[in-house]
């Protein structure tokens, strides 16, 4: 376990949490900080789900470590970081990756009218306030540090008209972007780096099958012709994770297939 007051080497650098990391693009993000030497733990909600992501990773317990834990549940995520913490120092590396995006029987977006407020709430606390508290928690030992890498998934739908996301969803993946530049502006002096990976359509769970219909549709906005992989955003995290990425920070970086590029 470290005990200098500053990350000494790599290894130190490389202790990460992904949210969300049980299914699609955080399982392959966990995938990737793995390979590149990490250790990793990573939270989602159904036990079901991380005991199966172990399983596909089939990695030892001192490389990768899973808990079931509601992101919006606070007291769980302040014990879960203190637990990583006890268990192999400071997290050096926070992806921000959890998220749900609720869709009426069709697939399609639900519109103001049927949005409830519970339903916006939701939303908004899973996908934006676990991303800011899990930030507090993590921040004051990054800080302790002088080095860190954080991470938030935004979304094409927080950067552009939404076309087949809620509002709900949409706020939130915009709100996450307000929040990465905060955040960069705040944490700069620190060390730490705040940026933010704005998907388009990526094939996983959330999106459903390839030649669904929405998905068809989808394909007619992107100029590269076809969805994105999970992989693709997890390389970019992994270039943004590591200390080569330090002078960008505050940043939104599309991974889009070209669809609505800034
Ligand atoms: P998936 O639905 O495939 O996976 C989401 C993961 O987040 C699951 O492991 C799920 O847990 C976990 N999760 C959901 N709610 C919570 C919670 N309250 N606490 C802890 N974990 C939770 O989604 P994607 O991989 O497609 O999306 C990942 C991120 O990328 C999301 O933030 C999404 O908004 C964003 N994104 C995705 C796009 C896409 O096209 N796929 C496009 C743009 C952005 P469990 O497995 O237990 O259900």
Partial sequence: ??????????????????????????LEIVRRF????????????????????LGLLGCSEDRVYAETVDVTHQDDVAALVN????????????????GISPKRADGNAPWIPQTSIGDWEKVIHVNLSSAFILI?????GMMAKAYGRIINIGSLAGRAMPLVAGPHYAASKAGLIGL???????????????????????LSDLTGPPGDAVNRAALQR?????????????????????PIAGFITGATIDVTGGEFAA
């Fill in 1 to 26: 376990m470290p005990n200098s007051e500053t990350f000494r080497d790599q290894t130190d650098r490389r202790i990460a949490l992904v949210t969300g990391g049980a299914r699609g693009i955080g």
């Fill in 34 to 53: 793995l390979t590149d030497g990490y250790r990793v733990a990573f939270v989602a909600t159904k036990a079901t789900n991380v005991e199966r992501a």
């Fill in 83 to 98: 637990r990583i913490r006890a268990h192999w120092g400071e997290i050096a590396v926070l992806v921000n990756n959890a």
């Fill in 136 to 140: 507090k928690l993590v921040v004051p």
């Fill in 180 to 202: 990465t530049r905060a955040a960069a502006r705040d944490l700069a002096p620190h060390g730490i780096t705040v940026n933010c990976i704005s998907p388009g359509r990526i």
């Fill in 222 to 242: 992107i100029p590269v012709g076809r969805l994105g992989t999970p992989e693709e955003v997890a390389h970019v995290a992994a270039f943004l994770a590591s």
